[in-house]
């Protein structure tokens, strides 16, 4: 089969044939319909996140079971499922206080490249390669745990809701989720990626009542403002912390930083009011460190982060999933551009440059 193959970090992907092995205990063959593209594999293709190469990324795959190995019970083949990035054994203090996604075997997992328990199916010759997340969904099959697979409806267009794998999940359930957020309460979003306006459609859902956005680009804070945004801020026109204060009265009841940025994480943790709760979501890079005054905290203010915005992807993901056929999440307007696998860099230079929010490799 084909798949995209990183041998070197800063290095461009090969497009080229590998071997996969067939699925293992608990393991299940997907075959991969369309994937997102998504700023998470870039962290980890520059080397700003630790990673084991080689090894084939790709974490945002929808597709169809085709073989499941001894012992799956959840999953059979034929049905529809969404990878997700973040990995639950369902056994740990985490998974049974109802936080799959704070699981004790998800971070190994994301470190090591392999799937749980530390196998790789993936294989160049006699070369292994890895799995980024577990998944490895840049790729026309992949072999995942069945764990990472959620079963969706058969009627779901894959190429629209794959990013329910990563990015558009995390923005929805860290702004009700992760908030708490109760209708009428203020918030502000910093970045208007794909995770960004996810979480100002989240946060619409949940009935917000002042809703800002904030991002340097205007054509990203126009689409914040079709998702239904209040209020937009251009943080390269003005200071988005004084805006934030001046629209809400003296600081949001929430804030969410969507960019992996320090800069923008101190911007939207002074964001905030005495007693208001700033979520960090993007994924600065490992050795960013960040300088805050201890009386801050004393003042009751909180910061936190969110993995997968603290979903129970089961139970969820078919939920949003049934909100979007319906007509109540528009997730398919963040969808800017569809590319073949063999465009895959092509795919990831528009990301960077802020041509895309959110791009789809179709098989």
């Keep these: ?3 995209a193959v990183l041998y070197e970090i800063n290095t461009p992907l090969k497009v080229e044939e590998v ?3 067939e699925p293992q205990e608990n393991e299940v063959l997907v075959k991969i319909v369309a994937t997102g593209v998504c700023h998470s594999d870039l962290h980890f293709m520059k080397g700003e996140m630790p ?3 080689p090894f084939v990324p790709g974490h945002e795959g929808a597709g169809i079971v085709e073989k499941v190995g001894p012992g799956v019970t959840t999953l059979k083949p034929g049905d529809h499922v969404i990878l997700m990035v973040a990995f639950a054994c369902g056994k740990c203090r985490y998974c049974v206080e109802g936080r799959p996604t704070r699981c004790v075997e998800n971070l190994p997992i994301q470190m090591m490249a392999t799937l749980p328990g530390g ?3 993936l294989h160049k010759g006699d070369q292994e390669l890895h799995h980024l997340f577990g998944l490895a969904s840049f790729a026309e099959y992949a072999v995942v745990h069945e764990r990472s697979a959620v079963k969706i409806r058969e009627d779901a267009p894959m190429e629209v809701v794959c990013p329910l794998g990563c990015g558009i ?4 359930g860290t702004a009700i989720n992760t908030t708490g957020i109760k209708a009428g309460e203020s918030i502000v979003i910093y970045g208007c990626g794909g995770v960004g306006l996810s979480a100002v459609m989240g946060a619409k859902l949940a009935g917000a009542g002042t809703l800002i956005a904030v991002d340097t680009l ?3 804070l126009e689409m914040a403002k079709e998702l239904g945004a209040d209020h937009i801020i251009n943080a390269s026109q003005e200071d988005p912390k004084a805006k934030v204060m001046e629209l809400t009265g003296g600081g949001a009841d929430y804030a969410i930083e969507c960019i992996g940025n ?3 994480i101190m911007q939207a943790f002074g964001s905030i009011h005495v007693g208001g709760k700033c979520i960090l979501v993007g994924m600065a890079p490992l050795v960013s460190m960040l300088s805050i005054a201890p009386f801050e905290f004393l003042l009751g203010k909180t910061m936190t982060g969110a993995i997968q915005g603290d979903i129970i992807a089961p139970i969820e993901i078919p939920r949003y999933i049934d909100l979007f056929m319906a007509g109540k999440l528009p997730i398919d307007k963040l969808i800017t551009k569809n590319y073949k696998l063999d465009q895959i ?3 990831f230079e528009a990301l960077e440059k802020g041509e895309t929010i959110k791009s789809i490799i179709k098989f």
Excluded at 169 to 172: L, N
């Design 1 to 3: 089969m084909k798949a």
């Design 262 to 264: 320090v800069d923008v």
């Design 51 to 53: 990673q084991p190469t």
């Design 218 to 220: 205007e054509r990203k």
């Design 169 to 172: 999940a995390t923005g929805i």
């Design 19 to 21: 071997t996969l092995d």
């Design 119 to 121: 196998g790789m199916r």
């Design 345 to 347: 860099n092509e795919a």
